[in-house]
């Protein structure tokens, strides 16, 4: 089966580079209507990828001969953190510039407005019709990381009092200009909204029915202030295609599902940073910048692994009598770190989906887990240094040692997150490597401490 994805996939691939491969011989051979039919045959998406990935000359080729609206379509699709957006805007004239982005989705728009100075923003919004400049200005004052920095304008809202002939009518005519119109919004006289109905019900109910009768009032709705987290866990719980905006329960706006999906993908991606202790959402080609952002989680954690420098140099004279015991430092710290690593991951993940009970609850589950990872890897461990070393209690040490530190270190990839939530920190700044050389830490402590107890035993080892 994959084998045949994969073949697909080759051939859509071909297909798409061959596709482009005719496009760029028109645009050299002036073939415009050739280009034209053949671009218009591309999905979005492709589009896009075609547009950004020409040089220069070839897309000044594209916009003398698309209208600014047809060229809205392609920048709909353009992701403003994969390309320079300011380059691609200054190969236009500014008149089209402002009208090809007075024509794309509000939500779209707003994305490149917010990487503009205020000499660009204020140049593009001079050119549009002043009502539409004045609704981009208000998107733009919301707070980043809203919904109200993702909704857009484009929706489809309809009288209660229409009958559904009516309403299909109304919905024809406004589809064009629409974003979706899976979901119809219904308003009533003082615009507030009052319900919703879905298009399969437009055309499965006769063009007498009343609007009123047959939409659904059980409303989930979203304010501005909301958090684009929270919309997007909504969203998913529902399964919504779209979810709508209400201030005092007047519809002004609706978030999408495309929108949704890029909060997931930056949600993720900050979290993964946080949790590698880097920045990977965005990525620096400047190796010295990359270097500068990195360092000072590095060089924090140095100064906190110097502890453990320490407390292995505390004990030194237990290892000058024993040398056998710095044979498995790393071995016990390197699990536990894992251990803990692995804890943090699933607390981080349970907080996002707020699935979490009572802190005792869960630090007993933790406890009880850890206890039972760490005595079967302390058994295991226990195991193989009495074959390796024909020493039994060098392997009931390091096995006792290794059962106890991933114990804690459980314990403390679960907690750490759980306590930083109810105090209103990012949990997911309790990253891998701060548990990682917290767990290397207390393994030493823990190990050392063991070992202590048996020194006399296995001095000889």
Not at 309 to 335: M, P
């Given at each position: 089966?994959?084998?045949?994805?994969?073949?697909?996939?080759?051939?859509?691939?071909?297909?798409?580079?061959?596709?482009?491969?005719?496009?760029?011989?028109?645009?050299?051979?002036?073939?415009?209507?050739?280009?034209?039919?053949?671009?218009?045959?591309?999905?979005?998406?492709?589009?896009?990828?075609?547009?950004?990935?020409?040089?220069?000359?070839?897309?000044?080729?594209?916009?003398?001969?698309?209208?600014?609206?047809?060229?809205?379509?392609?920048?709909?699709?353009?992701?403003?953190?994969?390309?320079?957006?300011?380059?691609?805007?200054?190969?236009?004239?500014?008149?089209?510039?402002?009208?090809?982005?007075?024509?794309?989705?509000?939500?779209?728009?707003?994305?490149?407005?917010?990487?503009?100075?205020?000499?660009?923003?204020?140049?593009?919004?001079?050119?549009?019709?002043?009502?539409?400049a004045a609704q981009i200005r208000r998107l733009l004052n919301y707070e980043d990381d809203t919904a109200g920095s993702l909704m857009g304008t484009e929706f489809v809202a309809i009288n209660q009092k229409l009958t559904i002939g009516q309403a299909m009518t109304a919905v024809k005519k406004a589809a064009q200009e629409a974003e979706q119109i899976t979901y119809i919004y219904v308003v009533d006289d003082d615009e507030k909204l009052v319900g919703v109905i879905s298009l399969r019900s437009l055309i499965v109910w006769p063009d007498e029915a009343k609007v009123a009768d047959v939409m659904d009032t059980n409303l989930i709705t979203v304010t501005p202030s909301d958090d684009q987290e929270d919309v997007a866990r909504l969203m998913a719980d529902y399964n919504f295609v779209s979810i709508p905006v209400?201030?005092?329960?007047?519809?002004?706006?609706?978030?999408?599902?495309?929108?949704?999906?890029?909060?997931?993908?930056?949600?993720?991606?900050?979290?993964?940073?946080?949790?590698?202790?880097?920045?990977?959402?965005?990525?620096?080609?400047?190796?010295?910048?990359?270097?500068?952002?990195?360092?000072?989680?590095?060089?924090?954690?140095?100064?906190?692994?110097?502890?453990?420098?320490?407390?292995?140099?505390?004990?030194?004279?237990?290892?000058?009598?024993?040398?056998?015991?710095?044979?498995?430092?790393?071995?016990?710290?390197?699990?536990?770190?894992?251990?803990?690593?692995?804890?943090?991951a699933v607390s981080v993940r349970r907080l996002a989906l707020k699935e979490t009970s009572s802190l005792i609850k869960m630090l007993m589950t933790e406890v009880l887990i850890g206890a039972m990872i760490g005595a079967t890897a302390g058994l295991t461990i226990f195991l193989v240094v009495w074959i390796w070393k024909a020493n039994m209690l060098l392997g009931v040490a390091v096995g006792l040692a290794m059962g106890v530190a991933i114990l804690v270190a459980n314990v403390a990839g679960s907690f750490i997150p759980l306590v930083m939530d109810k105090i209103g920190v990012d949990p997911a700044v309790a990253s891998g490597p701060f548990i990682s050389t917290l767990s290397d830490l207390t393994s030493v402590i823990i190990y050392f401490n063991i070992a202590g107890l048996f020194i006399s035993h296995f001095v000889s080892a």
């Open positions: 089966m994959n084998d045949m994805l994969d073949e697909i996939t080759d051939e859509m691939r071909d297909e798409l580079s061959e596709q482009a491969h005719h496009l760029v011989d028109y645009l050299e051979h002036g073939e415009k209507e050739a280009f034209l039919d053949g671009f218009d045959e591309l999905h979005g998406y492709d589009k896009a990828v075609f547009y950004v990935t020409l040089p220069s000359q070839l897309r000044h080729q594209i916009i003398e001969w698309l209208t600014p609206t047809e060229l809205a379509e392609v920048f709909d699709e353009i992701e403003p953190e994969d390309v320079d957006i300011k380059d691609l805007l200054e190969e236009m004239s500014p008149r089209y510039a402002a009208q090809m982005l007075n024509q794309m989705y509000t939500d779209n728009s707003v994305d490149l407005f917010e990487d503009m100075d205020q000499r660009e923003l204020g140049m593009y919004l001079a050119l549009m019709p002043k009502e539409d209400v201030v005092k329960d007047h519809l002004v706006g609706t978030i999408t599902v495309d929108d949704i999906v890029d909060v997931i993908d930056e949600e993720a991606a900050e979290d993964y940073s946080r949790l590698a202790g880097v920045d990977v959402v965005t990525l620096e080609e400047n190796p010295f910048k990359s270097a500068a952002k990195r360092l000072p989680w590095l060089v924090g954690l140095i100064f906190l692994g110097m502890g453990t420098a320490s407390v292995i140099n505390n004990f030194e004279g237990l290892v000058s009598q024993a040398s056998i015991l710095a044979v498995f430092i790393s071995l016990i710290t390197g699990t536990a770190g894992n251990a803990g690593t692995q804890s943090l």
